[in-house]
């Protein structure tokens, strides 16, 4: 689909402990988007974000925020109220998407595999284990491995959990407990109504968290995955109708972890990214670039579906 010129605004920054990624996601995008001749408007989103959209009066929003509250809805439903056509998902389909809990309870009376799990109290954490080790705990509400932990009955954070110990658990009230799973860090992208590719990550040292992501060398990416082509396939398939049951718009991203003792029925579905990162090392434009689309193609198809969903186009 060949676009229009248009005036784009392209939110990035924020205040989430994302920033820097959604600054890097950003400028990329507004270099895409300049380099095929659209006007563009960068707005680091500060507390007058509203003035700021509306002094710009953009043609569509590229919404390039990670984290709250650029990917919890609060971003989606100010741009539903002033009337602004934006990229990504909308408001309740954010709403639920950034909180883990949530997205089971969506997902899983419809079939899709989840680790099972419950949420926890922190101080419960300094009384006894919420579950088995090894156990992974979790924020509700972040993305990018931001706060994830691995207890294992030989790790360091005491037994109980200490207190002391470093751990998400200093920083937050409640936390997700789910079993480890062990085995594989897989994810496949989905653009419109098309699951792109399987992508695995093989972290040299640790597992998959924050820095693991957005450290160049610190991971290596094999795209596609080399796994069996059932593994290929019902990772598409789950990662598109977890796309189409939450009502996810333009691009997400579905994250797996696959026991490769297990077959197929060890693959489960982690989480579904509704803003994925748009930086050098992201998923996203890995998957699109290896299927032949490149980087300002891929923005454009990002912008081509807000409009279709907007009824612009």
Known sequence: MTLPKLHV????????????????????VAKALESKGHKVTRIDMDREVAL?????????????????????GS?????????LTYTHSGL??????????LTKQALVPHGIPMPGGRIVRTEELYKADPLPRPYVLKPVNEGSSVGVA????????GNPISADARGPWQEFDELLAEPFIRGRELTTAV?????????????????????AKYTDGMTDHICPAEIPDEITEACKQ?????????????????????????????????EVNTQPGMTPLSLVPEQAKALGMDYPDLV???IAEALKDAGKV
Not at 150 to 157: A, E, P
Not at 197 to 203: A, D, G, I, N, Y
């Open 191 to 211: 653009i419109g109504d098309r699951a792109l590719l399987v992508t695995e990550l093989r972290p040299k040292s640790g597992f998959y968290d924050f820095d």
């Open 238 to 270: 789950i990662a598109l109708r977890s796309h189409q049951l939450l009502g996810c718009k333009g691009t997400s991203r579905s994250d797996f972890r696959w026991d490769d003792e297990q077959g197929v029925e060890g693959l489960f579905l982690l």
């Open 9 to 28: 605004a392209v939110l990035m920054g924020g205040w989430s402990s994302e920033r820097p990624v959604s600054l890097m996601s950003g400028e990329g």
């Open 300 to 302: 454009e198809a990002i």
């Open 92 to 101: 309740a389909t954010s709403v639920i998407a950034i909180d883990k809990e």
């Open 75 to 83: 971003i989606q439903g100010l741009m539903d109220i002033m009337g």
């Open 150 to 157: 691995i207890v294992t009955s030989d790790g360091n954070y």
């Open 52 to 72: 700021r959209l509306a002094e710009a009066k953009p043609d569509v929003v590229f919404n390039a925020l990670h984290g709250t509250p650029g990917e919890d």
